[in-house]
């Protein structure tokens, strides 16, 4: 990113948002507004969840429903396959439904089938939704590029009763994928460094970034004890904008730093492959605060509320408990090439100040561990 310097301020945003309790039920009537034959890309999961809401939510609106089933991995050759399926049935409109990685492949598909693209989401995981680009990966499941869209969604719709139901870790990774937000926008400020929009941030991306951070500070543990019992309370309300609104524009338009640049790192060992998105990040936000040599009592605070939520906050966790050298090195490569995010940094850190600083997070997060009572973290188990 840090090779094209940008001199104009951007901010992006899609058309719409609509966020609550039986969300999906508008779906049918909300996506009509768009287009008149719709393709929705999903997991069998996700369709057995929704298809009865989406069946009534699409007859009562008049619109035709139809499903195409998504491979699990955003790759390029699946959005290739997904746009080509719109092209050769004449879908004028594509809804990713699910998580991020669902969302982003139709994203994908709808640019190269060159028709809008809406984002459902059913899980609060990431700040996908709401943004103009898509993560592509390997078939492997390794980050690849980002790939940027001239818009962003038409339309975003999340629906907190779903998100309620589902596994309170989704949620829990969507906190970690925001709280990262503020971490990341503001090591940008003062700074020439890009955005993901191409410009330089805007106050109000930076701001919404800083206002996801707050709600999340004050609502997600609440948030979190309340979907465990799969309740949807003024908490879940507050933290699923912040995760997927406020995160979506505040990343976008205020610009990501090392956090992410770590994530996607983290990605190109095997050994991580457990983690979500979100859970990664927050390995990647406890590396750019010690790579930045923020405050000590901030860093700790972080650890512990993040090991709070659910989160991990130890190389052990991830995977990573008994990594030597070598393999915190490709981790490291692939967090610093020349087009990640981690040069927008307002420093330049050498590849040993970021093995270090990862390497670092092992004794922090430990000890944090121990503070909120959580005991020794746990390795995944291999197979
Ligand atoms: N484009 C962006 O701006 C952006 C931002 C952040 C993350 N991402 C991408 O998002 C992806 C990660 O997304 P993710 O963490 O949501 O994971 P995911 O999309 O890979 O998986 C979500 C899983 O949850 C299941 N699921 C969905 N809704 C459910 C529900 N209500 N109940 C139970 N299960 C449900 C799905 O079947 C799926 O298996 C990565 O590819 C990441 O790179 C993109
Ligand atoms: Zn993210």
Do not use: C
């Amino acid at each position: 990113m840090a090779s094209n310097t940008p001199s104009l301020r951007v901010f992006a945003s899609p058309d719409r948002y609509v966020q609550g309790r039986g969300a999906m039920e508008q779906l049918g009537a909300l996506v009509g507004k768009l287009g008149y034959k719709p393709l929705v890309l999903t997991d069998d999961v996700v369709r057995d969840l929704v298809d009865d809401t989406l069946t009534r939510s699409f007859k009562e609106a008049g619109v035709p429903l139809t499903f195409e089933r998504f491979g699990g991995v955003p790759t390029r050759a699946e959005s290739e396959r997904v746009g080509e399926v719109i092209e050769e049935n004449g879908h004028d409109v594509i809804v990713g439904l699910g998580g991020g990685a669902a969302i982003d492949a139709a994203k994908a598909a709808g640019d190269n089938a060159g028709v809008p693209w809406v984002s459902a989401a059913t899980v609060a995981s990431t700040d996908a939704p709401t943004s103009a680009l898509s993560v592509v990966y390997t078939e492997e499941g390794a980050f690849e590029s980002y790939r940027f869209y001239d818009r962003n969604p038409a339309l975003v719709v999340v629906d907190t009763q779903l998100v309620a139901q589902a596994p309170a870790a989704f949620l829990a990774a969507g906190v970690g994928d925001a709280l990262a937000t503020w971490i990341e926008a503001r090591a940008l400020r003062g700074t020439d460094a890009p955005n993901m929009v191409n410009g330089l941030p805007t106050r109000a991306g930076t701001a919404l970034a800083q206002l996801s951070w707050d709600i999340l500070w004050e609502s997600a543990l609440p948030a979190l004890d309340a979907v465990e019992r799969d309740l949807v309370t003024p908490d879940v309300e507050a933290v699923v904008e912040a995760t997927t609104l406020l995160s979506g524009l505040g990343f976008e338009s205020g610009g990501l730093a090392a956090a992410h640049a770590v994530h996607d790192g983290l990605t190109a060992v095997d050994e991580t492959h457990h983690l979500a998105h979100g859970e990664k990040v927050n390995i990647g936000s406890l590396t750019q605060l010690l790579l930045e040599g923020a405050a000590t009592a901030e860093v700790e605070e972080f650890a512990e509320f993040t090991a709070r939520a659910g989160l991990p906050t130890t190389l052990t966790e991830a995977g990573l408990g008994d990594a030597d050298d070598a393999l915190l090195d490709r981790v490291v490569e692939a967090a610093m090439t020349p087009e990640e995010t981690i040069h927008n940094l307002p420093f330049t850190p050498s590849h040993r100040d970021v093995r270090d600083a990862l390497r670092a997070v092992e004794g922090v997060g430990r000890r944090a561990r121990e503070r909120a009572g959580l005991g020794e973290p746990e390795a995944p188990e291999r197979n």
